[in-house]
């Protein structure tokens, strides 16, 4: 057996070359692959209030996991007994059952009380039991190390095309269609709702350029994220109107993968100003969708 180790938030360019490598090493000894990970960030348990916003839901980890050729998917959730591990009873009671040939983990991997386990500590355990661990090296594009929390950082900031390089896809989101204020088909304009979830991150406010994926169809779409100031809204929300698309979806679960960043939030004076900027943005997204979908 061969085992990836690590958070693996976002599972960004880094995350699927370790993982990656696991499975490589896995069918050259004709083995199965596993990624051990967990079902929530150690630092929710750590220090709760320094905890980031997840990249991706645990369904959509799970099924990009599943893409990379992996056999096992091993997630167990951070608890405050796992806290409270040292290095080496982590290793005892999470790796001894599972008798691997082979470990891989990146070079920031740290496990056990205080972080005390790495990478290298982990090397003389495989040395001492019998395996073997391989750190696989930092990956960087364009001199840039790829992080989920650079990657946090450029999706917060708007730039979700940036953050769509150090993903290797773009960044996307995926909730359940929600009723809204019908306000969208009021200005000519009908839009989908999706409710966000505080857990998860969300590009910042303003309107995108986006893809829309219902059942698994994909239809072309622009997206505003923020609070209807226009209207005096005070609920963050996400409206995605959709291009030659009008049917009845409020229950589906939709996914949202968001493209480019078209501009910032704005507050009109009246609704018909409104509609014109709209008008604009559609022309926009629709305009870079054409040019991508030239490529």
Not at 25 to 48: C, D, E, K, W, Y
Request: glycine share 8%; with cysteine; hydrophobic share 40%.
């Amino acid at each position: 057996m061969t085992i990836a180790l690590g958070t693996f938030d976002g599972i960004h360019l880094g995350h699927q070359k370790i993982i990656s490598r696991a499975v490589e090493l896995a069918r050259q000894i004709n083995g199965t692959s596993m990624v051990f990970t967990f079902s929530n960030h150690p630092l929710s348990v750590v220090a709760p209030q320094h905890c980031p916003q997840q990249l991706v839901t645990q369904e959509y980890k799970a099924k990009l996991i599943e893409k990379l050729g992996v056999d096992v998917l091993l997630t167990l959730p951070f608890t405050p007994q796992f806290l409270k591990l040292s290095a080496t009873e982590f290793i005892h009671l999470t790796l001894g059952n599972l008798s691997p040939k082979h470990i891989v983990v990146g070079p920031n991997y740290f496990f056990g009380y205080k972080r005390s386990g790495t990478p290298e500590f982990l090397q003389a355990a495989g040395d001492k039991y019998g395996f073997n661990v391989e750190i696989h090296p930092t990956v960087h594009i364009d001199d840039t190390i790829v992080s989920s929390t650079l990657i946090r950082q450029l999706i917060s900031a708007g730039n979700v095309d940036q953050a769509a390089h150090l993903l290797s896809r773009p960044f996307a989101f995926t909730g359940t269609v929600i009723h809204g204020d019908k306000r969208g088909r009021q200005l000519g304009y009908p839009t989908i709702n999706l409710k966000i979830p505080q857990q998860l991150i969300l590009p910042a406010d303003g309107v995108y350029a986006v893809v829309v994926t219902i059942n698994n169809i994909q239809y072309n779409g622009v997206a505003n994220i923020g609070n209807n100031p226009t209207f005096n809204g005070i609920h963050r929300r996400l409206e995605v109107h959709l291009l030659d698309f009008d049917d009845n979806v409020y229950g589906q679960v939709v996914s949202v993968s968001f493209l480019k960043k078209i501009r910032g939030q704005i507050t009109f004076s009246n609704a018909e100003q409104l509609k014109i900027q709209i008008f604009e943005d559609i022309a926009a997204a629709k305009s870079y969708l054409s040019y991508v979908n030239g490529k």
